[in-house]
């Protein structure tokens, strides 16, 4: 069809049309609605990066992640570094981008304790920083500055407790894990400072390829540990490495988890512990080098980056994760650290990205409400259906409860989520054996396998954490249902010949508690089991739980100390086991440090103050309402 055209002197061609008054109104209706339909639609295309440059702010689409001169040579074309909207599936509304920043702001209303009034005299924590991603010259801002000492005010209890031990005997037994922790250490200096374990039995240092070019991976985990435990000078000699000798200039495959969970980690619990900048500094560079794996279609991080690789090609999916998908329990285990990223650096990039991550998680739909463990951070899809609260899943429930508690109690979507997920585990996949031990069995598709390993059995503390703020009935419930796991569990060690636990037992063809496996009954010197312990008795003071402890002590020294440190055992079921050789780091940041918060007051790293990350490293609690604090001591 031909349109008519306006000539000069003549009507418009609607007039020229002859059309009446009513005619004339309804045809601009008719216009004026093509027109907004046609604009409209430009939103519903498919993404197109040349789009959203021209009709969304420009750090929409261009590098808004890092303020560091590594990135900022990167070319925004090529390069998205913030949450990406220009990658977005298809589905996710161009908006998302602004209504995470609202939020952010939002979650940041009420002025956090640890943040200087001088700093931010507006409250919210990312109002400043948002201007990182504005293409503002860095020079022309103030420098942002956490207020180290105001954040120390808002503690309820001095890091390292007050309360003098009541009790010798106790006491006794602190100590003697002290002994351990230092033995542990002074063997790791000296034959192995600066590698990333020990090498106990033939006393040399091993580096792995988990920590991509990183060394020094139990140093930084023992940091902490050393600390607490009042370990003065070794924990100097860690500072001191830490200072001359930890080289972020690295080349190689990291896993994006462990180099979260164990050096960010690390490093953060340090600093807040401590107050040395030197911790600060190593962890927001360090974080910031973890970004590029976010760059992907839906934001979702692969598992594997190469840290000296900040321009492309950079991040990439484990070789045995099926179809190139994403971890649950990896990208769902960054939460606590990069909340304190963007707290410590003013910069809301970290919190956009996990964020981001927690936006597509509540979008995708849950198979009976459960969390497969793979996720394709193309599409933002399943990938398979298997559902674990042990490997591959585990830490991803344990953050969302420690969301919440870390936000103060604010973070109600992270609260809400977890109980959704607790409520659809326990429906699924929680059981009670013959012998009448509760257990939490993995699901395939449906088809349930009646094994836990030896890393699910963080639940039963984790149960109890999240009980321990629910209503009366719900509290009781799940503070029983803790117990009960925390009870499995300390079966799975008494049954062995060891008193340590197997790294998988089952409960099928009429076994309860034990490995059937030959490859499932090794030992390497893993956390899990104590970390409930500690958090049963700082919950309950049921006694058992310290007497449960002591017995690990107990079978430690005897089947894992050698002549020059700790060592994993290759079978719990005989009692002249052989060692595997390896002192794992977190050996020193979770089990060690766990047994001996079990036998320190509670004050001591009071959980009042602190959510401990899922390698033990202690971060603070946001208290926005420090002020009270005069009235709570
Ligand atoms: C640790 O690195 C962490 O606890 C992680 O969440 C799981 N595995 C090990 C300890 O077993």
Redesign the pocket.
Known sequence: MVLPRKLPGMPGWPAALGLRLPQKFLFLLFLSGLLTLCFGALFLLPDSSRFKRLFLPRRATSSSSSSSSSSSSTRDTELPRSPPAAAEPRHASPAAPRRLREKLRARNAAPAAHTAPASRPQGPDVERPAEVGTGAPRESRAPFHFDYERFRQSLRHPVRGERPDQDPDTRARKMKIKEMMKFAWDNYKQYALGKNELRPLTKNGHIGNMFGGLRGATVVDALDTLYIMELEEEFQEAKTWVEKSFDLNVNGEASLF?VN??YIGGLLAAYYLTGEEVFKSKALELGEKLLPAFNTPTGIPRGVINLGRQDTGMSWSWGWASAGSSIL?EFG?LHLEFLHLTELSGNPVFAEKVLNIRKVLKRVEKPQGLYPNFLSPVTGNWVQHHVSIGGLG??FYEYLIKSWLMSDKKDSEAKKMYDDALEAIEKHLVKKSAGGLTYIAEWRGGILDHKMG??AC?SGGMIALGAEHGGEERKQHYMDLAAEITNTCHESYARSDTKLGPEAFRFDAGTEAMATRLSERYY?L???VVESYVYMWRLTHDVKYRQWGWEVVKALEKHCRVEAGFSGIRDVYTTVPTHDNMQ?S?FLA?TLKYLYLLFCEDDVLSLDDWVFN???HPLPVNHSNFKAKASVQ
């Open positions: 462990e969970i164990r329990a285990t585990d830490s030896h890393l963080f390497i893993r956390p899990e794992q977190f979770e899922t390698e033990a």
